[in-house]
């Protein structure tokens, strides 16, 4: 029936995009983004996706120049003019090469925009999403006083947003969880530590649990599931688990040993689409909530966190928020926005339902190779 779908060609490029705000976490603090982008062509149409990997390695082991090299090396020849009955056969495709999800997860991206748009369907149905909107919350980097936090805190709640995030480290922690639930007794509030603490650390976590915090996000190691075991046994709060979650066998190991009761889902984490639905699917029978994490992507990255964040169990509110807190100018159009509500709607738009913007890429292009 022509469903069958080859890779023609594929471009890849590195664009430079200024976060209009620094974003500071306990592993570094990011202002200017160097983000590849993958085009793959078929016919008269283009899938575009995003590589989430970092300017240097400090979330995960993977970099732009790591996943620059083996997007280059081994998996765009892996895929290019093979024929696949859908993107969900592209991991088989690329198993052979051991890790590197960020770099397998934006090829994989734009394999799934590009079957979208051949069957004329939007990404989040093809995904098999349930929701016609999706419910956004924030994620605030470390500031440098409270009074700046709760600047940003009375903003983000302003603009409508369901969730607020902060991320704490040692020395940035109780303090400011305090001064929030201070002036907004009752927000949804949670905290996101990207590893910063240790066992050593449990009786002053457990102070978080005074103060009615939907979660604590990777408390511990980014490679731990065994300390978060314990950790979680001690704390009232629960524990989400963002680093530690490579793919759906930690998910389903992080349950079996109850390391965590919430996972935060990043598909470019977890090497794509069709594994977050893994994960996705395990959680949901373990009975534990999943939301969609974000890595402070361009429209292109974004697009496709809206489009996961439609599935089922996707009952929290995800770090999925409008283009203009990132960005003077996303390069995609319409840029995303959320209601007033605190939502991002979906549409019947074919593919990503947002168009990439390329006068605006190509401006901002450093370096860009085509493969045929
Ligand atoms: O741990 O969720 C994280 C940003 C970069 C790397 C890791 C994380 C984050 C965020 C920001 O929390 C999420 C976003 O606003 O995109
Ligand atoms: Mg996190």
Redesign the pocket.
């Known amino acids: 029936m022509g469903r069958d779908m080859t890779i023609e060609e594929v471009v890849l490029r590195e664009v430079r995009m200024s976060l209009i705000h620094p974003?500071q976490?306990s592993f570094g603090e990011t202002t200017d983004r160097r983000i590849i982008l993958v085009e793959v062509r078929s016919g008269p149409l283009q899938g575009w996706g995003e590589c989430v990997a970092g300017e240097g390695p400090f979330?995960g082991y993977e970099t732009v120049e790591t996943a620059w090299s083996i997007l280059s090396d081994y998996i765009i020849p892996k895929v290019l003019h093979q024929v696949f009955e859908s993107p969900s056969d592209l991991p088989q495709q690329l198993q052979r090469i051991r890790g590197h999800q960020m770099a397998k997860a934006s090829v994989e991206a734009a394999a799934w925009d590009l079957y979208a748009l051949q069957l004329g369907l939007p990404l989040w149905k093809l995904l098999g999403g349930t929701r016609e909107r999706i419910a956004c919350g924030v994620?605030i980097g470390i500031q440098k006083n409270t009074d700046s936090l709760l600047r940003k805190v009375e903003k983000e709640l302003a603009d409508g947003y369901q969730r607020i995030?902060i991320?704490i480290k040692p020395g940035w922690d109780m303090e400011a969880v305090k001064s929030v639930r201070q002036y907004y007794p009752d927000v949804a509030l949670m905290v996101?530590a990207?590893a910063a603490y240790t066992l050593e650390d449990t009786e002053h976590l457990k102070e978080l649990d005074d103060h009615n915090l939907l979660m604590i996000e990777q408390p511990l190691r980014y490679d731990d599931l065994i300390d978060h075991a314990e950790i979680q046994a001690k704390l009232e709060t629960d524990v989400c688990l963002?680093e530690s979650i490579r793919h759906s066998q930690d998910a389903l190991h992080a349950f079996q040993l109850k390391s965590c009761r919430v996972i935060?889902i990043k598909m470019g984490r977890v090497g794509g689409h069709t594994e977050a639905k893994k994960v996705h699917v395990v959680s949901r029978r373990y009975g534990i909530p999943v939301w969609c994490?974000?890595?402070?992507?361009t429209g292109i990255g974004r697009a496709h966190n809206v489009a996961l964040s439609t599935l089922e169990n996707f009952t929290l509110p995800g770090?999925v928020?409008s283009s203009s807190r990132y960005f003077e100018r996303d390069i995609i159009r319409p840029p995303i926005e959320v209601t007033r509500e605190g939502y991002i709607e979906l549409s019947e738009i074919p593919g990503l339902g947002y168009q990439a913007d390329l006068n605006w890429i190509n401006e901002i292009t450093v370096r860009q190779k085509t493969f045929n």
């Open positions: 974003f976490t979330f994620s995030k991320k996101d990207n963002d935060n994490g974000g890595m402070l992507e770090d928020s």
